[in-house]
C-alpha cells in the first residue's frame, strides 16, 4: 500500500445533478448521502449543479430546494463532510451562510480559471467560520500552467485548504493534466486536486495523471453521472486505484453497491458518450451546457454539434447559459 492517501470527493449530489435536470429529492439525497458516508467518502458535495442559489430560469430551476437537501443529507452523514459548491456571482455570503446554518461544513468556492480574485471573501469567510474550504478554478484547459499558478496563489493568499483544477469541458488529455497539475504543485504548498468530465472518454484517465502528478483530491460521480459526458466514475476509479496500491480508505464494493442499487435507477438515461456530448469535449465547451443546447437545437432545427462548435469558437464559459439560445437564433438566420 501506497503511503500517500488519495481523498475521494463524490459530487454526484452536485454534478450529477445536472444529468437529472436538479431533480433529485430529499429521499434521494437521503440514500447517496448516506450510502457514500458508510463506504467512507471522506467528502461530499450537494447543491445544484451550478451551486447554492443555481436554481433559476438561467440554469434550470430544481425539483425541491437544495437547502432541504441539504439539511436532510446532514441529518444522515457522520463521518464525512458535507460540501456546497459556491459560484460568485450566483451565489453569495449569505447562502453560504444559510448552507452552513443547515448542516454543511465545507465549500469549494468556484471561479472561471482567471478570475480567482472574485472568490476571496467567499474563501475569507468560510475559514473564519470553520468551513473547510477549497479553490476551484473551471475550465482549466483555458489557462497556460503558468497562469493556472497565478490563480492558485490569490486562493492560497485567501486562506483556502487546496486548490482544485476542473477540466469543465472534458477538453485535456493527460498530458494537459500532468502539465498543470505539475506546475501547480511545484509552486504552491497546499495539496491539489483534479475534476474531470468525460466527454472524450478520458475521465478516468486524466484522474489518475493527475494523481501521479501530485494530486491528492479527486473529484468523482457514481456511475460517472454528471454533465456532459458525465465525470470520473468513483466506483470505477477506486477500483483503479486500488488495484495500483493507492490507499483511499473506502469500500469499494459497498460503492459498488451504491451506483448500482441505488444510483443507477435515478438516472433519466444511460452517461453515455453520444455525439453532442462528445463534441463538448473536441470544442472545449462547458459541460452543463449540454441540455440547454439539446432545447435550443430542437427549438430551432439544429445540429446541438452546430451549436457546440460555436459556442467553442466564441469561447464562452460557465454563467454565459443564456446566450446559447441567442447563439442558436444566429445560426437559424444564417442558415
Given amino acids: 500500500m501506497r503511503e500517500d492517501k ?67 443529507a446532514g441529518k444522515v452523514v457522520k463521518k464525512a463532510k458535507l460540501g456546497v459548491l459556491l459560484l460568485p456571482g ?39 467560520n470553520g468551513m473547510f474550504t477549497v ?42 493534466v500532468t502539465a498543470r497539475i505539475s506546475a501547480l504543485k511545484a509552486a504552491s504548498k497546499l495539496p491539489a486536486g483534479f475534476h474531470a468530465h468525460n466527454n472524450l472518454g478520458l475521465a478516468v484517465a486524466n ?39 493507492y490507499n483511499t480508505g473506502i469500500d469499494t464494493y459497498a460503492l459498488m453497491d451504491l451506483a448500482e442499487n441505488v444510483v443507477e435507477p435515478m438516472m433519466h438515461r444511460p452517461q453515455a458518450i453520444r455525439t453532442d456530448s462528445l463534441m463538448l469535449g473536441y470544442a472545449g465547451v462547458y459541460s452543463s451546457f449540454l441540455l440547454h443546447t439539446r432545447r435550443a437545437a430542437e427549438k430551432f432545427g439544429l445540429s446541438p454539434r452546430d451549436i457546440l462548435v460555436e459556442l ?3 469561447r464562452m464559459v460557465g454563467g454565459q447559459e443564456d446566450m446559447i439560445v441567442d447563439v442558436a437564433y444566429q445560426l437559424k438566420q444564417k442558415a
Fill in 6 to 72: 488519495i481523498h475521494i470527493v463524490d459530487t454526484t449530489l452536485r454534478d450529477g445533478s445536472h444529468a437529472v435536470s436538479h431533480s433529485f429529492t430529499v429521499e434521494q439525497a437521503v440514500a447517496i448521502a448516506g450510502g457514500l458516508d458508510k463506504a467512507g467518502v471522506e467528502l461530499i458535495e450537494i447543491s445544484h449543479g451550478d451551486g447554492i442559489a443555481g436554481s433559476s430560469i438561467n440554469y434550470g430551476f430544481s425539483g425541491c430546494p437544495e437547502l432541504d437537501l441539504i439539511e436532510a
Fill in 90 to 128: 450566483i451565489g453569495t455570503i449569505e447562502d453560504l451562510k444559510e448552507a452552513k446554518a443547515r448542516g454543511a461544513n465545507a465549500v469549494r468556492v468556484a471561479t472561471h480559471v482567471t478570475e480567482a480574485d472574485i472568490a476571496i471573501q467567499h474563501i475569507q469567510w468560510a475559514k473564519q
Fill in 312 to 314: 467553442g469558437k466564441r
Fill in 207 to 245: 484522474s489518475l495523471a493527475a494523481v501521479e502528478a501530485g494530486a491528492s483530491y479527486v473529484d468523482a460521480t457514481c456511475r460517472g453521472l454528471g454533465a456532459g459526458s458525465g465525470n470520473t466514475q468513483t466506483e470505477v476509479f477506486c477500483a483503479v486505484l486500488q488495484r495500483l496500491g
Fill in 135 to 176: 479553490g476551484f478554478l473551471m475550465m482549466s484547459h483555458m489557462a497556460s500552467p503558468e497562469k493556472i499558478v497565478e490563480q492558485a496563489k490569490i486562493f492560497e493568499d485567501a486562506g483556502a485548504d487546496y486548490i482544485n483544477l476542473a477540466d469543465s469541458s472534458g477538453y485535456m488529455t493527460p498530458a494537459d
